[in-house]
C-alpha cells in the first residue's frame, strides 16, 4: 500500500522524539541509588489489581472515579482499533478481522467511543463547571490538551468507520458510525477522500498523544501501575532508614534520591487528593503535597540547574510545616510517598543546623534531659505521687504490662489527670503494671519525622536497652506517637516489642470482664482518631467499642478513620511556631465537631490531641458548648464512686 | 574608715542607680566614716548636683568623649583607692560595673561579693546576702574589709539627689587615661522605641482572655503607661487580632524576664508560664482560684480585673500628682 | 588567631534547687547540669569568629558532664577540646578558675578569650574581668557583636536601656559575651556521634593566687516564689496592697 512507507516514516520519528523527550527521566531512573521494591511479587500484584482494576482510592470521589474508570476501560477497549489502525498499514495484510474485527470488535469500538466521549465531557464538567478546589496549582493546559487529542482520535475513529461505511462497508455492527455516514453522506463528503483524511488524523493525533505524553502528567498511564507495584510494603508507622551507602543523613539533590521515591515524581496525575486532605494546605501554610511532587517533578525535568532542591526547589517553610498526618499518602491513587521524601529533606536541614528557634529549643532539650520541655527526668514519675497507690517500677520487678507513658503525658498538667485516671482503671482492672521512671526517654517518633535521625537512634537506642532490662509482658502506652515508635520504628534495631494502645488494652479488659464500667445515658459524643493510632497503626474500632461500653453514642464526624484530620501538633510542628497559619488545623476540626449539631464531648485519645483541641477551644471560645475528654475519663468502673463528668450546655 | 560610691553616667547624665550606690555607703557608715562619690564621665556637672549626700565627690571627667570605658574607668578607680585606702568599695551591677569590680579585685586581691542584695557591717566585717542562681538562692556571706561589693540596682533605695559643695570636689582630668586606654570608645547607640521588645522591657502589663473584648485592651494599656510598662497579651488576645504578634508572652510569641510582669486575666497555660516565669515580680489577677497563673505569681488577686485596674489606675494617678 | 572559649557546667536552671545538709551548698545530687547559656553564645562567636577570618579554637570546659559539652564543642568546629579538673561537687568559682584560665591562655597563645559574660556561680565575680586583670589584657563584658579585622577588634556591648557601645580594641584581649551575633547553631544527634571520637585533653587547676575571700556561711531560699501570696477578692484592698508593694520596689511610677 502506498502510505505503508509515509506511516513507518511518521512512527519512526514519532517514537524517536518520545524517546528523546523521555531521555532526562530515563536518565535519572537510572542513576538512581538503589530501592529494596522487588520482593513479595504475588502481594504487590495483588496491590496493582485492587488499586487499578477495583479502582478502589479512586472511587472515593465517585464523580472522578467513574469518570476515570469509564475513560479508562474505553481505552482499552479502542486500543484494538489502534492496532487496527497501525497494523493494517505498516504490516500489509494485517488484520483483526478473522477475530471479529469487523463484528463484535468493531461493536465494542462503536460503544465505547461514544462512552469515551461521555467520560471526557464528564472531566470537562468536573474541571471547568465543579472546578474542585484540589485542581488549585494542577496545570489547566496539560489537561485541555489531552482532552482535546482524546476528542481528535475518537472522533477521527468513528468518522473514519463513518466514511468507510458511507463507501459502501457493512455498518451493522457499527451503529454509530453508520449515523455519521449518513450524516457524511448529507456533507457531500467523497467517502474515499474522508476516509483517508479521517485515518490521518487519527493515526497522527495517537502519535502526537504518544509523543506528548512524556511531558505530560498521562505519563501515569504508563507508570501508574509499575508505581503501585512498587510501593512500599513496609510498616505504615516505619521511616526508611538513612541508606548505609549514603554518606549523611539527609537529601539535598534530586538525585540523591532512590529510584522509587524519583518514580514518584513521574508518576504523579496532579488530582490534588493530597492537597485537599492536607493539614497544612488547610492551615494556609506554604505546603501542598501535590505541588511538593510536582516543584521536583519539574525540577527533574529540567535537568541539573544551579537551585538547590531544599531551599530551592522546595523551601524550608514547605517543609517544616508537614504534620506527618500521612492523609496524603493515605489517599494517593498511585501511592505516591510524600513523606519520606519530606523527612528526607528535613534531615539535611538539621544536619546543617537550618531548624527554628522552637525546634532547636526542643531538640536541644530531648539531646540533653531526654524530653522536649526541658524538665529534670526525675520529675518524670511525679504525676503518681498524687495516686492513691504505689506505681511498680519495672526495673526492679517484673511487671504484666510495662507502661511507656511518653512526654506529654508524664508531664503536662493537663495530660497528668488522665494519666492518673488510666492508672487508676488498669488498677480497678487487676492489671499488673510498671512503669520505668526517670529512665523512659522520649520516643523518638516526632524527632525522627523532623529528620533528627542521630538524635532518634540515641533516645530510641536508651528506651530499648531500659526495656531489654525489664521483665513484662506486653507494652502499653497512651500516646499513639510513643506506640508508632515502639512498635515500627524500634525494629531498625531488631526491637520487636508487642505494643498496645491503652484503649486496645481497655476494650481487651472490658470484654473479658475485668473491668465493670458505670454505664451513661446514651449522651451524644464525637470521637477524633488519632493520626498516629488510626491512620498508621489502624487503631479504629477499640475507642469506639470504649465509647460505647461506656454508654455514649458516637456521633462520627465527617472525616474520621483513615480520612481523619490531624490536630497539627505532629512531626514535630508541636515545637514550632505557627507563624502564618490562617486557620489552625485544631480549630478546623472543632468546628468540624460543632457543626455536627448535637454532641457535647469530643473525645480524644491522645495525649497530645488533649492539648491542641484544649487550647482550640479556649481560642474559638466554645469552652461552654464542647469539651476535650479523653475516653479514660468517659470510662468510670462500678467499683468506684460515680465521678461527676463536666456538665455542658447543648 | 573610708567608703568608695561608684556612679556612673553617659553624655551629661547620671545613672539614677548612682544615688543608690552613695545612699548603701552611706547606711554603713559610722561616726568619722567618709563617703566618697567616685565618678568618671563627660563632665560633674549633673554629678556635683546630685551627690550632696557624701562627703566628697572625686570626679574624673574627659570633655572628648561621651562615655569612659570601663578599663578606663577601672585604672582612675584604681589610682583613687591607692590614693584613698578605702575599706569598701560599692560597684553598681551593671555594665560598667561588671567590668569594673572584678578588675578591681584581681589587681588588689580584694575580696569581692556579687550580686547584693543586703549589708550588715559588724565593725570591720561584713555580712552580706547576695543573689545566686538567678535569683533562686540567697547567699549570706562573711566579707573582711577591706573589700568591694557589687550592689544590685533597686536593692537600696535612692539617696536624695541634692549639690555638694565646690569644696568637698576634687576634679581629676581624665584625658591622659583615655587617651592611653587599651579599650576606645568608637560610637553610642541609644535605641529607636519606636519597635517594641518585649524581651528587654523591665515591666510588662499582660492580658489574658479574662480581658473580654478589644475595647477593654486600652483600659490595661492605659494601667500599663502609668507603671512604664510594656502592655502585652496571652495566645488568645493576639489571636483575636486585639495586641499585635510583637506583643503575645509566651512560647510561641516573646520570652520576656522583665522586673514587673502583671498578669490580668491570664489563666497561664504551660506554653504561657514558658514564656513569663522567669519574671522577677509576678502579679496575677484572675477570678479563677485555681488558674495555674497563680502556681507562679509572687502575689495573686482573684478580684474582678476591672474593678483592680479602675482602683490602681486612680491610686496611681494620685500618687504621681502628689 | 587562637581563641580560647571557656565553658562552665552549671545547675540546669529548671531545676528546683534544695540545699545540702550543711546549709552552705546547694543538694548537687539530683541536679542536671548544662552548659551556661552566656558560655553557650561565648562558642558561638567564637566559631562565627573562625568562619569569618579563620581561627584555631580551643573550647577549655569545666564541671560536670563537661565530656559531653566539648563533644558538642567539637561537633560545632572547636579544633581543641580540654576538661579542666575542679573540685567534684562544687560550685563553679569565676573567681579560683581565673588563674587557671589565664594560665592555658598563654600555654595555648591565645589571642582572644571568649567566655560568657556571667553564670549563676560567679557570686565572687565575673569571669571574663579576672582573667583580663590577671592577664594584664584589656576586657569587656556583655559583648553582643564581635567583628575582628586583623588583631583589631570591635565590639559592641549592650548597656541598661538598649544603649550599645561599640568599642575598638587591639586583641590579645578578654570579652564577656552577652549575645552572640546568631543564635547558638543547632548540632545534629550524627555529628554528635561523629564528635564523640575526638580526643579530650586534660588541664589541672592552678591555685587561684587570690588569698583573701569572702565566704558562704548559709544558703537560703528566697521566700516567695511559687507559693505566692494571695491578696484575696477584694479588688480595693488588693489595689492598695499593690501600691505598696510596687512603691517598695520603687516601681510604683513611670
Known amino acids: 500500500m502506498a502510505s505503508t512507507l509515509p506511516l513507518w516514516i511518521l512512527v519512526i520519528t514519532a517514537l524517536a522524539l518520545t524517546a528523546w523527550r523521555s531521555r532526562r527521566y530515563a536518565a535519572a531512573l537510572a542513576n538512581a541509588p538503589a530501592a529494596a521494591r522487588f520482593n513479595r511479587p504475588m502481594l504487590r500484584l495483588q496491590g496493582v489489581m485492587v488499586a487499578i482494576g477495583m479502582h478502589r482510592k479512586m472511587l472515593r470521589k465517585p464523580l472522578s472515579g467513574v469518570l476515570h474508570a469509564i475513560i479508562f476501560i474505553s481505552f482499552f477497549v479502542l486500543f484494538t482499533a489502534t492496532i487496527d489502525a497501525f497494523g493494517s498499514r505498516l504490516f500489509p495484510g494485517f488484520s ?252 539535611h536541614l538539621v544536619d546543617e543546623g537550618l531548624v527554628s528557634p522552637g525546634l532547636q529549643e526542643a531538640l536541644s532539650n530531648l539531646t540533653r534531659l531526654g524530653n522536649s520541655m526541658g524538665k529534670p527526668s526525675k520529675m518524670r514519675s511525679r504525676w503518681t505521687k498524687e495516686l492513691g497507690f504505689p506505681v511498680k517500677d519495672a526495673r526492679e520487678q517484673p511487671v504484666d504490662v510495662l507502661w511507656f507513658v511518653g512526654d506529654y503525658a508524664s508531664y503536662d498538667p493537663r495530660v497528668q489527670e488522665i494519666t492518673r485516671r488510666v492508672a487508676e482503671l488498669l488498677t480497678a482492672a487487676g492489671v499488673d503494671f510498671g512503669i520505668l521512671f526517670d529512665a523512659e526517654r522520649n520516643s523518638g517518633n516526632d524527632v525522627r519525622r523532623a529528620g533528627e535521625e542521630g538524635l532518634f537512634e540515641t533516645l530510641a537506642q536508651s528506651n530499648i536497652d531500659e526495656i531489654n532490662a525489664c521483665r513484662f509482658n506486653r507494652i502499653m502506652t497512651t500516646d499513639p506517637h510513643s506506640l508508632n515508635a515502639l512498635k515500627n520504628d524500634y525494629r531498625h534495631f531488631g526491637a520487636a516489642f508487642e505494643v498496645l494502645h491503652y484503649t486496645a488494652l481497655l476494650a481487651e479488659l472490658i470484654t473479658a470482664g475485668k473491668l465493670d464500667l458505670h454505664v451513661a445515658d446514651g449522651a451524644r459524643v464525637t470521637y477524633h482518631d488519632p493520626c498516629y493510632l488510626g491512620r498508621y497503626n489502624g487503631g479504629f474500632d477499640a475507642p469506639r467499642a470504649l465509647i460505647r461500653a461506656a454508654g455514649y453514642t458516637l456521633h462520627d464526624m465527617p472525616r474520621c478513620r483513615e480520612n481523619s484530620f490531624c490536630c497539627g501538633a505532629g512531626g514535630g510542628r508541636i515545637w514550632q511556631g505557627d507563624d502564618g497559619v490562617t486557620e489552625r488545623p485544631s480549630e478546623n476540626r472543632i468546628r468540624e465537631a460543632l457543626s455536627l449539631g448535637d454532641v457535647a464531648y469530643f473525645v480524644v485519645a491522645c495525649p497530645k490531641d488533649k492539648v491542641m483541641y484544649t487550647a482550640a477551644i479556649d481560642a474559638l471560645g466554645v469552652a461552654e458548648t464542647l469539651k476535650v475528654v479523653d475516653i479514660a475519663e468517659l470510662l468510670v468502673p462500678r467499683t468506684s464512686r460515680a465521678i461527676e463528668m463536666p456538665t455542658v450546655e447543648t | 574608715m573610708k567608703l568608695i560610691a561608684c556612679t556612673e553616667g553617659h553624655s551629661s547624665k547620671i545613672e539614677a542607680f548612682s544615688l543608690e550606690m552613695i545612699a548603701a555607703a552611706r547606711s554603713l557608715s559610722q561616726a568619722g566614716d567618709k563617703v566618697v562619690a567616685f565618678f568618671a564621665g563627660r563632665d560633674a556637672q549633673a554629678a556635683s548636683a546630685s551627690f550632696g549626700v557624701a562627703d566628697q565627690l572625686i570626679a574624673a571627667c574627659a570633655a572628648t568623649s561621651d562615655l569612659i570605658p570601663a578599663e578606663t574607668y577601672a585604672r582612675l578607680l584604681r589610682d583613687v583607692i591607692a590614693v584613698e585606702s578605702p575599706s569598701l568599695v560599692l560597684v553598681p551591677y551593671s555594665a560598667n560595673g561588671l567590668d569594673v569590680a572584678a578588675d578591681i579585685a584581681a589587681r588588689t586581691g580584694w575580696p569581692l561579693i556579687s550580686y547584693v542584695n543586703e549589708i550588715k557591717r559588724d565593725g570591720e566585717s561584713l555580712t552580706v546576702v547576695a543573689q545566686m542562681y538567678g535569683g533562686k538562692i540567697l547567699a549570706e556571706c562573711a566579707v573582711g574589709l577591706p573589700a568591694i561589693l557589687m550592689i544590685n540596682p533597686g536593692a537600696f533605695p ?165 | 588567631m587562637n581563641i580560647l572559649v571557656v565553658l562552665r557546667m552549671i545547675p540546669d536552671s529548671a531545676g528546683e534547687l534544695q540545699l545540702a545538709e550543711d546549709g552552705r551548698s546547694i543538694d548537687r545530687e539530683w541536679l542536671d547540669f548544662q552548659l551556661n547559656d552566656f558560655d553557650d553564645h561565648a562558642l558561638e562567636e567564637a566559631i562565627l569568629l573562625k568562619e569569618a577570618g579563620g581561627a584555631k579554637v580551643t573550647a577549655v570546659a569545666v564541671g560536670e558532664g563537661a565530656n559531653r559539652v566539648l563533644q558538642m564543642a567539637a561537633a560545632r568546629g572547636a579544633d581543641e577540646v580540654v576538661a579542666l579538673q575542679c573540685e567534684e561537687d562544687a560550685m563553679i568559682s569565676s573567681r579560683e578558675i581565673a588563674a587557671s584560665i589565664a594560665a592555658m591562655a598563654r600555654a595555648k597563645s591565645a589571642d582572644l578569650v571568649l567566655c560568657g559574660v556571667q553564670s549563676s556561680e560567679d557570686v565572687f565575680g565575673q569571669l571574663a574581668p579576672y582573667v583580663g586583670a590577671l592577664l594584664d589584657w584589656p576586657h569587656v563584658s556583655g559583648a553582643n557583636r564581635i567583628v575582628a579585622n586583623g588583631a583589631v577588634l570591635r565590639v559592641t556591648q549592650e548597656r541598661g536601656a538598649g544603649v550599645a557601645v561599640t568599642y575598638e580594641l587591639a586583641a590579645p584581649a578578654v570579652l564577656g559575651v552577652q549575645t552572640a551575633s546568631k543564635a547558638p547553631r543547632y548540632v545534629s544527634g550524627s555529628k554528635l556521634r561523629e564528635a564523640s571520637k575526638t580526643p579530650i585533653g586534660r588541664a589541672t587547676p592552678e591555685p587561684s593566687g587570690l588569698e583573701r575571700a569572702a565566704d558562704i556561711i548559709t544558703l537560703r531560699l528566697p521566700v516567695q516564689g511559687g507559693s505566692g501570696e494571695n491578696l484575696g477578692g477584694n479588688a480595693e484592698t488588693v489595689a492598695d496592697r499593690l501600691v505598696s508593694i510596687l512603691a517598695a520596689k520603687g516601681m510604683a511610677r513611670n
Open chain 1, 96 to 347: 483483526l478481522a478473522p477475530v471479529g474485527g469487523e463484528t463484535w470488535i468493531a461493536a465494542l469500538q462503536d460503544v465505547f467511543s461514544v462512552l469515551m466521549l461521555t467520560g471526557v465531557g464528564l472531566a470537562l464538567y468536573q474541571r471547568y463547571v465543579l472546578r474542585p478546589a484540589r485542581f488549585d496549582g494542577s496545570s489547566g493546559s496539560d489537561a485541555a490538551i489531552i482532552y482535546v487529542l482524546i476528542v481528535l482520535i475518537v472522533a477521527s475513529l468513528l468518522l473514519e468507520a463513518a466514511a468507510r461505511i458511507a463507501g459502501g462497508t457493512d455498518g451493522s455492527w457499527r451503529p454509530v458510525a453508520s449515523v455519521l455516514a449518513g450524516l457524511l453522506d448529507r456533507a457531500g463528503m467523497s467517502a474515499h477522500a474522508g476516509e483517508e483524511l479521517f485515518y490521518w488524523v487519527h493515526v497522527g493525533a495517537i502519535l502526537a498523544f504518544l509523543v506528548y505524553i512524556p511531558g505530560s502528567k498521562h505519563r501515569h498511564m504508563f507508570l501508574a501501575a509499575p508505581n503501585i507495584y512498587f510501593r512500599n510494603l513496609e510498616p505504615r508507622g516505619l521511616v526508611p532508614a538513612v541508606p548505609e551507602a549514603r554518606e549523611v543523613p539527609g537529601i539535598d539533590s534530586l538525585g540523591q534520591f532512590d529510584w522509587k521515591q524519583q518514580l514518584d515524581l513521574l508518576s504523579c496525575t496532579e488530582c490534588g487528593r493530597c492537597q485537599a486532605v492536607c493539614p497544612a494546605y488547610a492551615a494556609g501554610l506554604p505546603l501542598s503535597p501535590k505541588l511538593l511532587i510536582t516543584d521536583m517533578r519539574d525540577a527533574l525535568a529540567a535537568g541539573p540547574s544551579a537551585a538547590p532542591l531544599v531551599g530551592g526547589v522546595i523551601s524550608e517553610e514547605t517543609l517544616w510545616a508537614c504534620t506527618t498526618c500521612r492523609a496524603c499518602m493515605e489517599v494517593c491513587p498511585v501511592e505516591i510517598e510524600h513523606l519520606p521524601k519530606i523527612i528526607d529533606m528535613r534531615r
Open chain 2, 158 to 322: 535612692e539617696a536624695t539627689p541634692g549639690p555638694i559643695d565646690t569644696a568637698r570636689v576634687r576634679m581629676i582630668d581624665a584625658e591622659p587615661a583615655l587617651t592611653s586606654g587599651k579599650v576606645k570608645m568608637v560610637a553610642i547607640e541609644v535605641p529607636d522605641y519606636a519597635d517594641v521588645d518585649l524581651t528587654t522591657a523591665e515591666r510588662i502589663v499582660c492580658v489574658g482572655r479574662g480581658i473580654g473584648d478589644e475595647a477593654s485592651i486600652d483600659l490595661a494599656r492605659n494601667l500599663a503607661t502609668m507603671l512604664g510598662a510594656e502592655i502585652a497579651g496571652s495566645r488568645p488576645v493576639v489571636d483575636n487580632g486585639w495586641l499585635p504578634k510583637l506583643r503575645q508572652v509566651g512560647k510561641s510569641g516573646q520570652k520576656v524576664k522583665p522586673k514587673l510582669y502583671l498578669a490580668l486575666g491570664v489563666s497561664g497555660a504551660p506554653e504561657h508560664l514558658e514564656g513569663m516565669s522567669h519574671a522577677d515580680l509576678i502579679i496575677a489577677v484572675n477570678t479563677d482560684p485555681k488558674a495555674p497563673i497563680f502556681n507562679v505569681a509572687h502575689y495573686g488577686a482573684t478580684c474582678d480585673l476591672f474593678d483592680l485596674v479602675a482602683n490602681l489606675s486612680d491610686r496611681l494617678r494620685a500618687g504621681s500628682g502628689r
